[in-house]
């Protein structure tokens, strides 16, 4: 039981990761700019973010523009839209074989396949929260050394935004969960290697009885 509850604490860690890796891949404020006026009706934040660049007025309007030109992106753009991609479609996958794969479900047949379905849906959340956890650095990078350089105005620096901490928080849930999961197949493989099962041997009485009740037939 106590190995059930673990995969179902990983499970729900995973389910969570993969959902903060959707919100994450879609959310406009990877990176935020809040240039304040002299005037409070003035002040707007800009937010940019993976598909669109958002800007909130003080005044409550509130206006996206889309990035329909994937070729004039910046690179760390690019590759944050495919391993954010791939970060959730793997999520998405390690979700549905190991809720097959669990032993609080009865999907998956015996034992032994159960358990190397765990260990395959723990491989890709170890593989999303890679893939998640790439991108989100590396835009963190852009958006510091970009603040820190002397050349580029003050109005045009940004900071990061919430979606990358939502990234970082879901990209840690998922290696934790594939961890859990991959670690837990392990050990139960691991002791079955150790410890293989002892096999019976039958009596020696037992076969001398029965030998001897053969050689009375033919007698």
Request: proline share 4%; aromatic share 12%.
């Amino acid at each position: 039981m106590a190995s059930a509850g673990l995969q179902f604490f990983a499970f729900m860690l995973a389910l969570f990761g993969a959902f903060g890796d959707i919100a994450a891949t879609l959310l406009p404020n990877w990176k935020v700019n809040a240039d304040v006026g002299s005037n409070i009706i003035t002040a707007i934040t800009q937010m940019q973010g993976l598909w669109m660049d958002c800007t909130w007025y003080s005044t409550g309007m509130f206006s996206c523009t889309l990035k329909y030109s994937v070729l004039s992106l910046p690179i760390y753009i690019q590759t944050a839209r495919t391993t954010m991609v791939l970060s959730c479609i793997l999520s998405a996958f390690g979700i549905c074989i190991t809720t097959v794969g669990m032993k609080c479900t009865k999907l998956g047949g015996d034992t032994d396949s159960k358990s190397h379905t765990c260990f395959a849906g723990g491989v890709c959340f170890i593989l999303a929260g890679i893939f998640g956890l790439v991108p989100t650095s590396w835009y963190t990078r852009e958006i510091i050394s970009n603040f820190l350089d002397q050349t580029i105005p003050e109005s045009s620096k940004h900071e990061p935004g919430g979606a990358v901490y939502i990234g970082f928080i879901s990209a840690g849930f998922l290696l934790v969960a594939g961890v859990i999961f991959c670690t837990s197949c392990f050990k139960k493989q691991q002791g079955a290697w150790i410890y293989p099962p002892k096999q019976q041997h039958l009596p020696p009485t037992t076969q001398e009885s029965n030998a001897g009740y053969n050689l009375k037939d033919y007698v």
